[in-house]
């Protein structure tokens, strides 16, 4: 069953860009490509645990700020060495000018 959670508002999060989200301590990482699409991953890198927030997203690829590890973030896929597991991908939907998550996804 879906756990829908209200997350930001749409515009807060730049194209080509990502914010973070926690909820329960868990870190999530909100990101839009340059077309506007939304995806949420895990907030962490899968390698050592950096917050991807402060990591930079280009051509819809998240890169982590500590080793350059690379996620695809339409999927999560690792996209190689340092980072070997995928990331965590949420189901999102937005409603008006707000995006929601699901966090049992």
């Known amino acids: ?3 829908w959670v209200e997350a930001c508002g749409i515009n807060d999060v730049e194209e080509d860009d990502v914010i ?3 909820k329960d301590g868990q870190d999530y990482a ?5 077309d506007g ?9 899968t390698h ?3 917050l991807l927030c402060e990591g930079l997203v280009m051509d819809g ?9 690379r996620f695809d973030i339409a999927t999560g896929k690792a ?6 597991t995928d990331l965590k991908m949420y189901p999102v ?3 008006g000018d707000r995006v929601y998550i699901d966090l049992e996804g």
């Open 93 to 95: 939907r937005t409603e």
């Open 1 to 3: 069953m879906p756990n």
């Open 30 to 34: 909100i990101f839009k490509t340059a």
């Open 48 to 50: 050592e645990r950096q």
């Open 37 to 45: 699409e939304i995806f949420v991953g895990d907030g962490r890198c």
């Open 20 to 22: 973070p989200f926690q």
């Open 61 to 69: 690829v998240i890169e982590c700020p500590r080793h350059n590890g």
């Open 79 to 84: 996209l190689g060495a340092p980072v070997l």
